[in-house]
T-cell receptor
Framework: DTAVSQTPKYLVTQMGNDKSIKCEQN?????MYWYKQDSKKFLKIMFS???????INETVPNRFSPKSPDKAHLNLHINSLELGDSAVYFC???????????FGPGTRLTVT | GENVEQHPSTLSVQEGDSAVIKCTYS??????FPWYKQELGKRPQLIID?????GEKKDQRIAVTLNKTAKHFSLHITETQPEDSAVYFC???????????FGEGTQLTVNP
């Protein structure tokens, strides 16, 4: 009965590779998000989708491409991975403009 | 979005003491202010939130106060316990788009 789930939990890869992270929520929410948490623990919004439509697109390199096939899923594809991409990536979901965001368990990405 | 300033960045208290974390913001249109707790290696989880139509909200040992005029809100934890040790994040929701802007976090350590 996991509310927001992400796969994989850990991802170790080399520079230059392409990787994807998947997120699913079973809360019936209409809005999903990707956050990046760096080594200093700062949580920064990257993208948000409402009803499969992109509504927040922060200043993120275009190597990062989100995709929302339906309201319950939001994936993140990263091309040409760089050392600076190493971080924990959190997916979250909420009902649009109704406050509480529920976070997934996070994906720890390590680029070597 | 406009930043949220959070202080202190680290806080160490003795078990049983109170802990207070304060956040300030500049966007007077913000109406929703959540607080998240993140234990080591875990996801951020909402512990309490407040909307701008109230000045204080309490839930057992935790309380949040909001001063819209001064644009600051604070988290108060009373009778702290070692399991309260975590990173606490304040956030504000922008007036449109469900975007949360987070403070930089406070590492709270409760010493037994």
């Amino acid at each position: 009965d996991t509310a927001v789930s992400q796969t994989p939990k850990y991802l170790v890869t080399q520079m230059g590779n392409d990787k994807s992270i998947k997120c699913e929520q079973n809360l019936g929410h209409d809005t999903m998000y990707w956050y990046k948490q760096d080594s200093k623990k700062f949580l920064k919004i990257m993208f948000s989708y409402n009803n499969k439509e992109l509504i927040i697109n922060e200043t993120v390199p275009n190597r990062f491409s989100p995709k929302s096939p339906d309201k319950a899923h939001l994936n993140l594809h990263i091309n040409s991975l760089e050392l600076g991409d190493s971080a924990v990536y959190f997916c979250a979901s909420s009902q649009f403009e109704q406050g509480e965001q529920y976070f997934g368990p996070g994906t720890r990405l390590t680029v070597t | 979005g406009e930043n949220v300033e959070q202080h202190p960045s680290t806080l160490s208290v003795q078990e049983g003491d109170s802990a207070v974390i304060k956040c300030t913001y500049s966007d007077s249109a913000s109406n929703y202010f959540p607080w998240y707790k993140q234990e080591l290696g875990k996801r951020p989880q909402l512990i309490i939130d407040i909307r701008s139509n109230v000045g204080e909200k309490k839930d057992q040992r935790i309380a949040v106060t909001l001063n819209k005029t001064a644009k600051h809100f604070s988290l108060h934890i009373t009778e702290t316990q070692p399991e309260d040790s975590a990173v606490y994040f304040c956030a504000r929701e922008e007036t449109s788009g469900s975007r949360l802007t987070f403070g930089e976090g406070t590492q709270l350590t409760v010493n037994p």
